[in-house]
């Protein structure tokens, strides 16, 4: 379709075997040289499987691997979530007909997003029941087209797919065998420490446990169902599943490109990139998942590996290497002066702004709070009277006024409190 709309591009459907930086060139596996002026390594990120090669631990990180998971749910009527991101967030509540234990190394649910409070706020709605109807989505949305289902062979399934991006579960039934809408256990504060098939559970002489019925107490009594597989955690407890979903994030998917060839990484593994996404290497660029930000970032941007920022970074990577082609000097793209990404939990709508954790600000910080239980969540983010970062959850409709504080920097120590007065048109003021 690229191909037919433009004819300066030309599509090579193939894996990356080689990267020779010194000459130029790349090596593919389908046996082919493709020589490059400026090249942009773009091949995101892999998941962090906990466990490699066990058929029962799913990882989800692409489309492929979300449609598998939907049809191990078909059969599913108790399933173990390992992992405290995005994915697993959206997971545990839109899982329906089938018991989730999820495993969490946090104290609170959401931490990549959220702190204690906010996580709160959303866990009441998890333990409610699910029928309201879905908010509307106004953003681009993008989907895959309906390709053949070619069966994947084991060896396919070291490709990684498209990542997810945020709409990822909308055309899928997530609805296992059983006829109830939500059964979540949360386990806290552990990891996995063991996972046993079966037979390797008897010969351990080790039981495992029954669902908790009650989210407040601890399962005691042994569990006489027999499953195919089962999890130690590093509380000791055990809980049988029919499969586990290892959602634990990602790690940069360098590998194809770092044999021979001297690139600067950062602490995550990723490309190191300048602030025009220039890696250390001559001519090569890196965008998304894959690259490290190495400059010195605004006060009010950190880097996240997300989909929105994915696609900033490339769209901003292919303007310096045009303007690296063409000779022309070009200024940071406004996309990196404020973190900002609106996504939905729980079917809230969530909008996170600059230092919205406070990350980075030490102990010289202030929070203001406003908290509507079942209907809002409003968190700022406060250093020196100036708004450093903000979390909104629900319909606030205070996301443009705060981006402009943020970006702006005003002093609003003179307002304290009545920043956040409910019965205050803040947006109207600022205006």
């Known amino acids: 379709m690229l191909e037919n709309r433009f004819p300066n591009i030309r599509v090579i459907e193939s894996g990356v075997k080689q990267l020779k930086s010194e000459e130029h060139c790349i090596l593919t596996e389908d046996g082919s040289q493709h020589v490059y002026k400026k090249l942009c390594l773009c091949a995101g990120a892999k998941p962090k499987l906990i466990c490699e090669g066990n058929p029962y631990v799913l990882g989800i990180r692409d489309t492929d691997s979300a449609q598998e998971f939907q049809k191990q749910l078909t059969k599913a009527k108790r399933i173990m979530i390992i992992g405290n991101g995005g994915i697993a967030l959206e997971l545990v509540y839109e899982i329906e007909g089938c018991e989730v234990i999820w495993v969490i190394k946090d104290k609170a649910i959401g931490n990549t997003f959220f702190d204690a409070g906010a996580a709160e706020f959303l866990t009441s709605k998890l333990i409610a029941e699910k029928p309201e109807a879905k908010i509307a989505q106004k953003r681009t949305r993008y989907t895959t087209e309906g390709r053949k289902k070619e069966a994947r062979t084991k060896a396919d399934a070291a490709h990684v797919g498209s990542a997810l991006g945020p709409d990822w579960h ?136 997300l989909w929105t920022q994915a696609r900033q970074m490339g769209w901003y990577a292919a303007k310096c290497m045009a303007a690296a082609s063409l000779g022309d000097s070009i200024d940071m793209d406004f996309s990196f002066e404020l973190f900002a990404h609106v996504t939905k939990f729980f079917n809230y709508k969530v909008v996170l702004l600059g230092k919205y954790n406070a990350q980075g600000l030490g102990s010289d910080h202030e929070l203001m709070l406003r908290c509507t239980r079942g209907q809002e969540y409003v968190k700022v983010v406060m250093q020196n009277g100036r708004m450093m970062g903000a979390v909104l959850i629900g319909e606030t409709d205070l996301e443009e006024t705060f981006e402009n504080l943020i970006l702006n920097q005003m002093n609003l120590s003179s307002y304290g409190e009545d920043l956040l007065d409910p019965d205050i048109d803040i947006e109207d003021y600022f205006d």
């Open 170 to 305: 909308e055309g899928l039934n997530l609805k296992g065998t059983k006829e109830f809408s939500h059964k979540i256990h949360i386990e806290t504060m552990c990891e996995v420490k063991k996972i046993y098939l079966q037979e390797e559970l008897r010969i351990s002489k080790k039981k495992s446990l029954t669902f908790p019925r009650d989210r407040n107490t601890q399962s005691v009594s042994t569990d006489k169902e027999i499953w195919p597989v089962y999890v130690e955690l590093t509380n000791e407890k055990i809980y049988g599943c029919d499969f586990i979903v290892s959602a634990t994030g990602v790690t940069p998917n360098t590998e194809p490109f770092l044999c021979g060839n001297n690139f600067d990484l950062g602490e995550d593994g990723g490309l190191k990139v300048n602030d025009h996404m220039a890696t250390s290497l001559p001519d090569i660029y890196a965008a998304g998942d894959i690259c490290t930000a190495s400059w010195e970032p605004s006060p009010v941007w950190q880097q996240m590996r």
